[in-house]
């Protein structure tokens, strides 16, 4: 079946530790987006990327990295710059086809947590 | 800036009612509308796409509407049932990405 694929569920992190979010899709989608989502807020935007080794900063991209070598993967990195990472993590694809999206997919969800 | 705002933020009903969900977005110039099911500790679920060419879309019992003159989309649940409990989102694209309401938690008791 076709989806996206996150991992880890669940993930800790130290404070000064910088940790790794896996995104993976197999729909063919040329573009791939991070989404952070805080209790009582509306997901915001961190990265998102519409072509293989090409991406853009979202309205929250401050300490957070991500890389697009291949159109199937969009890895995170959560930097120990980011003051506040516990949150849930969503990645999420669509299909470019001139007007800019088709709809939307989204994968399970990582959900960060600094012990 | 695009902002998308959702009300009522809860909403409590008995099993069989008939419910409307609202989403208004202060730019007109959308794209597409799209609404989610988002489940406690969950990923999205994509419900309906509404592309720019269209005005509503029905899937079973969800129909969901899209004006642009007025900048609102409205989600129409029909005969709601427990398993309906969840929170919505609506979201609307005025640029290369999708910009989200908070959402509406919505609870059906049978």
């Known amino acids: 079946d076709g989806g996206i694929t996150q991992s880890p569920k669940y993930l800790f992190r130290k404070e000064g530790q910088n940790v790794t979010l896996s995104c993976e899709q197999n729909?063919?989608?040329?573009?791939m987006y991070w989404y952070r989502q805080d209790p009582g807020q509306g997901l915001r935007l961190i990265y998102y990327?519409?072509?293989?080794?090409?991406?853009q900063k979202g309205d929250i991209a401050e300490g957070y990295s991500v890389s697009r070598e291949k159109k199937e993967s969009f890895p995170l990195t959560v930097t120990s710059a980011q003051k506040n990472p516990t949150a849930f993590y969503l990645c999420?694809?669509?299909?470019?086809?001139?007007?800019?999206?088709?709809?939307?997919?989204f994968g399970s969800g990582t959900r960060l947590t600094v012990v | 800036k695009q902002e998308v705002t959702q009300i009522p933020a809860a909403l409590s009903v008995p099993e069989g009612e008939n419910l409307v969900l609202n989403c208004s977005f202060t730019?007109?110039?959308?794209?597409?509308l799209q609404w989610f099911r988002q489940d406690p500790g969950k990923g999205l679920t994509s419900l309906l796409l509404?592309?720019?060419?269209?005005r509503e879309q029905t899937s079973g019992r969800l129909n969901a509407s899209l004006d642009k003159s007025s900048g609102r989309s409205t989600l129409y649940i029909a005969a709601s049932q427990p398993g309906d409990s969840a929170t919505y989102l609506c979201a609307g694209q005025a640029g290369t990405a999708l910009i989200f309401g908070k959402g509406t938690t919505l609870s059906v008791s049978s």
């Open positions: 990327s519409q072509i293989v080794n090409d991406f």
């Open positions: 730019d007109s110039a959308i794209y597409n």
């Open positions: 729909l063919n989608h040329d573009a």
């Open positions: 999420a694809s669509s299909q470019l086809r001139g007007i800019p999206t088709y709809g939307y997919t």
């Open positions: 509404i592309q720019s060419s269209q």
